[in-house]
C-alpha cells in the first residue's frame, strides 16, 4: 500500500507536470501564432511590393508607350464624341423581320405618333397664312400713282383755268359746251347770235350793211380767199339742246351788257377753244405712249378746277386706305373694282369717279407677301393645339408576328411596353472609328514630314481643340468653334498643321452629322483661312485684324452658298442675311475667345509663338534688364551673337524669332558671377589668376553659368524651347584654356591627375538647328572679337581695316571645322556643307559692324588751340 505522504506528493508531482505542459504548449502557440503573423506580414509585404512592381512597370510602359496612349486616346475620345447617333439605338429596326411574336402584356393607350404628326402637318399646312404689307411696293405705287396725277396737272395747265367765265352769267354746263364743240358748231353758233342780233334791230328799225357776221363772228379769224362755194348740206344745229342753250346764254348776256362785252366773252372763248385743242393732241400722245389710256378727254377736262384738286386728294386718300387694308396676291379683279369704287364714293366727287377709278385700276397692285416667320409660329400653335391620336391596345393583341417586318407603329408600342432593347452599335462605331484612325494617321504622317517637332501635350492640346468643334454641334449649337481652331493652331504650330487638321474634320463632320452644309463649310472657311494666315503676324492686334476678317469670310461663305442653292431669293431672303450676320457674329466672337485664351494656353502648354517669342525678346524684361545693368560685357556679347546668330538662321530657313529671343538669354548664368568672365572685368584683374589660381574650380565657375541659367529661367517661366539654349549653346565642348592650365600643373607636379570630363560642359549637344546656330555664333563671336582686339594691338602698322576678308573667314571655318570633328553637331540637323556658308556669313555680318571709316586728317595743337 501506498503512504498518504507519497499519494500527495505524486499529486502534487501530477499538477506540477501539468502546468509545465500547459505552459509549454501555450509558448509554443504564440510562437506558431507569431510566426504565422510574420508569415502574414511577409506575404503582405510581398504583395504590396509586387503591387508596386506591377504599379511602376505600368507606368513606366505607359511613359514608353505615351504616343500610342495618346493615339489611343484620341482615336476613342473622336469616335465617342463625333459617333453619338450610334448610341442608346433599338435592336429591332424598322423594315427588318421580328425575331419572335410579341404581345401586349396589359391594356394600355398609345400615342400613335405617326397619325399624330401626320394630323398636325394637315393642320399646319391649312393655318391660315400671316401677311404683311411690303413697304418698297407701296412706295412704288405712289410714286406711279403721283407720275399720272401729274400728266393730268401738266394737260390740264396746258388746257387752261376751268370754268374759263363766271358760272354765274354762263353756266359751267355751256361752258363746258363752248370750249369742246367741234369748229363747224361753233361756226354755226356764232352765225345764229349774229342773226338773232339783226332781227333785234330790224324789230327796233335799225338798218344792215351785210348780212354776213359781224366782227363779232370771228374776231380772232384770219380773212379767208374767196372760193367757188361748194354745195354742201347744211346742218341744223338748233335741235341741239347745248346749241340752244348756249345761244341763249350768250343772246342774254349781250342784253344784260354790251356789244363790246360779247365780243370780248367771244375772244375769250376763241382762245380757250384754241388750248383745249393743244391739251387733247398732247393727251392723245400721252395715251400712245402709256401702255394703258387712263385719261379720257371728257374726264379729264370737263372737270372744274375745285373738282379736279377734291378728285387728287380722294384718290390719294383711297390709295392709302386700300393699301393698308391690302392688296393680297391671286384677288379677283372685279373684287378690287369693287373696292376701289367703295372708297372713291366717299372721297371724291361723282363726276371724277370713273377717271379715279381708271387711275387707281392702273397702279394697284398686291402689296401682302408672307410673313414666314409668323406663318409658322401660327401653323406651330395650330399644330400644338390638335391632341394626340391614341390608339387602344389589349392585354394579349400581337404587337408584331415572328419573320413579319418591323413598322414604326410595332416600334412605338414596344417603346410604350419596353420590350425593346437599346444597345450601342458597335459596327457603325468601329466603321467611324476606322475613319477617325485614318485621318489620325494621316495627320501622323503630315506631323513627320514638317519641321516642327510635336511633344505629347501638343498631341494633347490639339486632341482638345478639335473635340471642341463637333462637342458644340453635338449639344445642337451650329456657331461652333471653327475660327478659334484655325487661328489657335495656326499660331500655335503653323498652316500646315492647322490646314490638315481643318481638312480632315470637315469631311468626317459632314458625313456622320446631320447639319447644314452652308454652316459647315462657313466654318471650315474661316478655320482655313485662321490656319493660313495666323502665324504670319506679329502682333496681337494683327491676330484681332484677322478675327475680324474671319468673321466676314464666314459670313460671306455661307451667303454664297445659300444663293446657289436658290434659298437666298424670295420671301426667305432675310432669313438667309440674318443667319450669314449671326455666323459673321460668331466668328468674331470665337476669334477674340481664341485671343483670350492664347496665352494661357501658351503658359500650360509651353508653346512658343512669334508673337510670345517678339514678348520674351523685348529688352525691357526682368532677367534682360537684369542682364545689361550687372553684366553689361556679357550683355554686349549677348547681342553681337543674336546678330551673327539671326542672320545665318534667316539665310537657312530656321526659326528666326526663336533664335532672337533664345540668344538673349543664353548667358543669363553669367550674373551668378559675373567678374568670373572676361567680358565683364573692364580691363580689371582677371580673378582666375590673382584669387583662384586653380584651374579646376574655375573651370567650375565657368561651368556654373549654364546650371544658374537654367535654374533663373525656370524661375522666371521662360519656355523649354527658349531654356534649351542655355545648355545647348555650350554642349559638351572643352574649357580649353583651364584644362591647358591644369595639363600645365600636372606636368610639374605628377601627383595631379587630369580628367577631361571636369574640364567639359555637362551637355547636351545642340538638339536642333537654332541651337546650334547660336553654339557656332558663339564661338566665332569670341574668334571675331579676338581677332579685332589683335588688330588694335599692333597699332598703326596694321590696324583693323586691314585684317582682310580672307583671314577672318579662314579663323571661323577652322573654328567650325573643330566643333564639326568634335562631334558637336551631330544631333543639331545642320549639314556639314552647310558650315561654309554660315562662317561667310558671320563675317559679312562682323564687316558690317567694324566697316571702313573716313581717315580725317590731323591737326597741329597750335592750329586746334588757335582754331578753339
Known amino acids: 500500500m501506498r503512504s498518504p505522504k507519497s499519494k500527495s506528493d505524486r499529486k502534487q508531482l501530477l499538477r506540477t507536470f501539468l502546468k509545465n505542459v500547459i505552459l509549454f504548449l501555450s509558448k509554443s502557440n504564440e510562437k506558431s501564432a507569431r510566426r504565422k503573423q510574420e508569415k502574414a506580414l511577409q506575404s503582405k509585404a510581398k504583395s504590396v511590393k509586387t503591387k508596386s512592381s506591377i504599379y511602376s512597370v505600368c507606368l513606366d510602359w505607359v511613359h514608353e508607350q505615351r504616343s500610342l496612349v495618346i493615339l489611343a486616346i484620341a482615336i476613342l475620345s473622336l469616335t465617342g464624341v463625333i459617333g453619338q447617333k450610334f448610341y442608346n439605338q433599338t435592336q429591332l429596326q424598322v423594315g427588318h423581320s421580328a425575331p419572335q411574336t410579341i404581345t401586349a402584356p396589359y391594356t394600355a393607350k398609345i400615342e400613335d405618333q405617326k397619325k399624330t404628326e401626320a394630323e398636325r402637318k394637315a393642320v399646319s399646312r391649312s393655318s391660315l397664312q400671316v401677311l404683311m404689307l411690303d413697304a418698297r411696293i407701296n412706295e412704288q405705287i405712289n410714286e406711279n400713282l403721283q407720275q399720272l396725277l401729274d400728266d393730268g396737272n401738266e394737260i390740264r395747265a396746258v388746257a387752261g383755268a376751268f370754268p374759263f367765265f363766271d358760272s354765274v352769267v354762263l353756266p359751267i354746263s355751256t361752258q363746258r359746251y363752248l370750249r369742246s364743240c367741234n369748229e363747224s358748231e361753233w361756226k354755226a353758233l356764232l352765225l345764229a347770235v349774229e342773226n338773232s342780233k339783226n332781227q333785234q334791230k330790224k324789230g327796233t328799225g335799225e338798218t344792215t350793211t ?235 504622317w503630315v506631323e513627320r514630314h514638317i519641321d516642327y517637332e510635336l511633344r505629347q501635350r501638343d498631341r494633347l492640346l490639339v486632341l482638345l481643340l478639335t473635340l471642341s468643334v463637333p462637342g458644340l454641334v453635338t449639344m445642337g449649337l451650329p456657331y461652333t468653334t471653327w475660327s478659334a481652331l484655325g487661328l489657335l493652331l495656326g499660331s500655335f504650330y503653323g498652316a500646315t498643321l492647322g490646314l490638315t487638321v481643318v481638312g480632315l474634320l470637315l469631311p468626317i463632320l459632314a458625313i456622320t452629322f446631320d447639319m447644314s452644309k452652308a454652316a459647315l463649310l462657313a466654318g471650315a472657311g474661316g478655320a482655313i483661312l485662321g490656319s493660313y494666315i495666323a502665324q504670319r503676324l506679329r502682333s496681337r492686334e494683327e491676330l484681332a485684324l484677322l478675327g475680324v476678317a474671319i468673321a466676314l469670310t464666314q459670313g460671306s461663305i455661307y451667303l454664297i452658298v445659300k444663293i446657289l442653292i436658290g434659298q437666298a431669293f424670295g420671301s426667305t431672303w432675310y432669313i438667309v442675311l440674318r443667319e450669314a450676320g449671326f455666323f459673321a457674329l460668331s466668328g468674331l466672337g470665337w476669334s477674340v475667345v481664341a485671343l483670350g485664351l492664347s496665352p494661357y494656353l501658351e503658359k500650360v502648354f509651353d508653346l512658343v509663338t512669334p508673337i510670345r517669342l517678339a514678348e520674351l525678346a523685348n529688352p525691357n524684361r526682368p532677367l534682360l534688364k537684369r542682364l545689361a545693368t550687372e553684366t553689361p560685357g556679357t550683355f554686349q556679347h549677348t547681342l553681337f551673337v543674336a546678330t551673327l546668330a539671326e542672320a545665318a538662321a534667316k539665310e537657312l530657313g530656321c526659326n528666326v524669332e526663336l533664335v532672337r529671343a533664345g540668344t538673349l538669354y543664353h548667358d543669363i548664368g553669367k550674373m551668378h558671377d559675373p567678374l568670373g568672365f572676361i567680358e565683364n572685368q573692364m580691363g580689371g584683374p582677371n580673378k582666375h589668376d590673382t584669387e583662384i589660381k586653380d584651374p579646376w574650380k574655375s573651370a567650375e565657375i565657368i561651368k556654373k553659368h549654364v546650371t544658374e541659367g537654367l535654374v533663373m529661367a525656370r524661375k522666371h517661366l521662360l519656355p523649354t524651347a527658349i531654356q534649351a539654349f542655355i545648355p545647348e549653346h555650350q554642349g559638351t565642348m572643352l574649357i580649353a584654356y583651364f584644362h591647358h592650365q591644369a595639363q600645365q600643373m600636372a606636368q610639374e607636379d605628377p601627383s595631379l591627375t587630369v580628367d577631361d570630363a571636369d574640364f567639359r560642359y555637362d551637355g547636351p549637344i545642340p538638339q536642333s538647328r537654332e541651337t546650334g546656330i547660336v553654339m557656332l555664333a558663339d564661338s566665332c563671336e569670341a574668334a571675331l572679337r579676338s581677332l579685332q582686339a589683335s588688330a588694335k594691338s599692333v597699332g598703326e602698322k596694321r590696324s583693323l581695316k586691314d585684317v582682310s576678308t580672307e583671314q577672318a573667314l579662314t579663323m571661323l571655318n577652322n573654328i567650325l571645322r573643330a566643333k564639326w570633328q568634335d562631334n558637336q553637331l551631330i544631333d543639331s540637323g545642320l549639314k556639314r556643307e552647310e558650315m561654309s556658308l554660315i562662317a561667310q556669313i558671320f563675317v559679312d555680318v562682323w564687316q558690317q559692324f567694324h566697316h571702313k571709316r573716313i581717315a580725317y586728317p590731323k591737326f597741329k595743337a597750335s592750329n586746334t588751340v588757335r582754331n578753339s
Request: no cysteine.
Open 210 to 444: 351785210s348780212s354776213r357776221p359781224s366782227s363779232i363772228a370771228a374776231p380772232n379769224q384770219e380773212r379767208q380767199p374767196r372760193t367757188t362755194p361748194q354745195k354742201t348740206e347744211p346742218v341744223d344745229f338748233s335741235q341741239s339742246t347745248d346749241f340752244t342753250q348756249a345761244v341763249a346764254e350768250l343772246e342774254s348776256y349781250r342784253v344784260t351788257t354790251s356789244e363790246k362785252n360779247l365780243s370780248l366773252l367771244i375772244a375769250q372763248i376763241s382762245q380757250t377753244r384754241k388750248r383745249y385743242t393743244e391739251a387733247t393732241t398732247k393727251l392723245l400722245q400721252l395715251e400712245t405712249v402709256t401702255p394703258e389710256a387712263v385719261y379720257e378727254e371728257s374726264f379729264l377736262l370737263d372737270l372744274s378746277d375745285v373738282e379736279w384738286e377734291k378728285t387728287q386728294m380722294g384718290i390719294h386718300q383711297s390709295a392709302e386706305r386700300i393699301l393698308t387694308q391690302g392688296i393680297p396676291q391671286g384677288l379677283p379683279k372685279n373684287i378690287l373694282q369693287d373696292a376701289v369704287s367703295l372708297q372713291l364714293q366717299s372721297f371724291v366727287p361723282e363726276s371724277a369717279q370713273p377717271l379715279a377709278k381708271n387711275l387707281l385700276l392702273a397702279v394697284l397692285k398686291p402689296n401682302l407677301q408672307k410673313d414666314e416667320e409668323e406663318t409658322r409660329e401660327n401653323a406651330q400653335k395650330a399644330a400644338a393645339g390638335v391632341p394626340p391620336v391614341m390608339v387602344k391596345v389589349r392585354r394579349g393583341e400581337v404587337i408584331v408576328k415572328k419573320g413579319e417586318q418591323v413598322t414604326a407603329w410595332n416600334v412605338e408600342v414596344l417603346e410604350y411596353y419596353r420590350l425593346v432593347r437599346r444597345e450601342v452599335k458597335w459596327r457603325g462605331l468601329l466603321k467611324l472609328g476606322g475613319v477617325i484612325a485614318i485621318a489620325i494617321g494621316v495627320f501622323v
